[in-house]
């Protein structure tokens, strides 16, 4: 069994997908308490490190899983990507979460790692950083392939564009090209309780069936509903929401109800027979995004939004409510972590097979 240290693993979505291939995640490092702690009641068994990188002695810390672990993901955040022009990786500053990463993975020579970003990482500079990502890991050995995966290619309702970078040691292996069935904002959400503003609670019990494959496999082994809890909108929000109607937005709004929001979907109802927009960390605004309930005068739940970063219903979320959207947004969706770790499996297994075909030679 393939072991995997996640590094700035956030709530752990690609923890949880990564299990479920059957990777025994051993190690998670994550700054945030709060999130530290969901990561752990959700992942039992792993041992997690709450602590800022940058403050671990690398060799100290990581010495006892050298040769023991096969596998390190993580996302860590490189401002400096957005920079133009040519500058050192490791050179610039706003790059420092980047450097750590690098450095574990220098010291414990995995024979795979995962690098997830924005897809900036591989497009910024002319390119000038995903040359100098491959110069950097090439030189410690690695053969990489990288590419700017879309979650909705891979079964998750939401079109959310991230950036990956797989390396293997001594070899290559490729990122998976997404042909799942494709999944909408109904397909994922359309059994959960039709809440109105201000109401629901952290536990509940299930009132409808499910009326999806998807829905289906999302509650597979809950017997309860978690984190499905309507923002309590204000009186002038509640008005604007009664002005849209389905698959409608600001565009029909009177100008006394016009807003200043910069962001792109603001006071839009999701479509219900499309995929969402990106989830971010502010779903629970509807000035924030396309993230207002396709009929519902509410903007989304967590829950809701959990639902569409493909999350299982007995996947918990801890803590206050900002949290919580900060673990569902800033996650990289389990399915789409879960087709990642089926072509590095894969590729074990294929090699296995060719040693054991040498040795019977």
């Known amino acids: 069994m393939l072991k995997m240290i996640d590094l700035f693993s956030g709530v752990g979505g690609l923890s949880y997908g990564f299990k479920q291939e059957g990777v025994?995640?051993?190690?998670?490092?994550?700054?945030?308490?709060?999130?530290?702690?969901?990561y752990q009641q959700n992942h039992p068994g792993v041992k997690v490190i709450n602590e800022d990188i940058?403050?671990?002695?690398?060799?100290?810390?990581?010495?006892?899983?050298k040769e023991k672990v096969q596998l390190i993901v993580g996302g860590p955040p490189c401002q400096g990507f957005s920079q133009k022009g040519s500058r050192n990786i490791l050179g610039d500053e706003r790059n420092f979460l980047f450097r750590y990463y690098y450095k574990v993975v220098k010291f414990l020579k995995p024979k795979y790692f995962l690098i997830e970003n924005v897809p900036n990482m591989l497009t910024s500079g002319n390119g000038y950083?995903?040359?100098?990502?491959?110069?950097?890991?090439?030189?410690?050995?690695?053969?990489?392939?990288?590419?700017?995966?879309?979650?909705?290619?891979f079964g998750v309702?939401?079109?959310?564009?991230?950036?990956f970078v797989l390396g293997k040691l001594d070899g290559a292996v490729s990122l998976p090209i997404g042909f799942e069935e494709q999944t909408t904002v109904w397909d994922a959400i359309s059994d959960l309780a039709f809440l109105e503003s201000g109401e629901g609670q952290e536990v509940q019990d299930y009132i409808y069936e499910p009326q999806?494959?998807?829905?289906?496999?999302?509650?597979?082994?809950?017997?309860?509903?978690?984190?499905?809890?309507?923002?309590?909108?204000?009186?002038?929000?509640?008005?604007?929401?009664?002005?849209?109607?389905?698959?409608?937005?600001?565009?029909?709004?009177?100008?006394?109800?016009?807003?200043?929001?910069?962001?792109?979907?603001t006071w839009t109802r999701m479509?219900?027979?499309?995929?969402?927009?990106?989830?971010?960390?502010?779903?629970?605004?509807?000035?924030?995004?396309?993230?207002?309930?396709?009929?519902?005068?509410?903007?989304?739940?967590?829950r809701e939004a959990a639902r569409i970063q493909s999350f299982p219903d007995d996947?918990?979320?801890?803590?206050?409510?900002?949290?919580?959207?900060?673990?569902?947004?800033?996650?990289?969706?389990?399915?789409?972590?879960?087709?990642?770790?089926?072509?590095?499996?894969?590729?074990?297994?294929?090699?296995?097979?060719?040693?054991?075909?040498v040795k019977s030679s």
């Open 271 to 302: 479509v219900k027979d499309e995929p969402s927009a990106t989830i971010t960390t502010r779903f629970d605004t509807p000035s924030s995004g396309k993230f207002t309930h396709p009929y519902l005068n509410r903007a989304i739940t967590v």
């Open 24 to 38: 025994e995640v051993i190690l998670a490092n994550e700054i945030d308490k709060d999130i530290a702690y969901a």
């Open 212 to 265: 999806s494959s998807y829905q289906r496999k999302m509650r597979k082994n809950s017997l309860k509903l978690y984190n499905h809890v309507a923002t309590k909108h204000s009186d002038i929000a509640l008005e604007r929401l009664k002005l849209i109607p389905p698959e409608m937005g600001r565009e029909v709004l009177p100008r006394e109800h016009l807003t200043k929001s910069i962001y792109s979907g």
């Open 157 to 163: 309702p939401q079109l959310r564009r991230r950036a």
């Open 54 to 65: 940058t403050k671990l002695d690398i060799e100290s810390t990581f010495q006892q899983y």
């Open 315 to 357: 996947f918990i979320f801890y803590g206050s409510k900002t949290s919580q959207m900060k673990q569902v947004g800033n996650a990289v969706p389990p399915l789409l972590a879960q087709a990642i770790a089926r072509v590095i499996k894969n590729d074990v297994i294929q090699v296995e097979k060719i040693n054991l075909s």
């Open 129 to 153: 950083f995903k040359k100098e990502i491959y110069r950097l890991f090439e030189d410690l050995g690695y053969k990489l392939d990288s590419a700017i995966l879309n979650a909705y290619d």
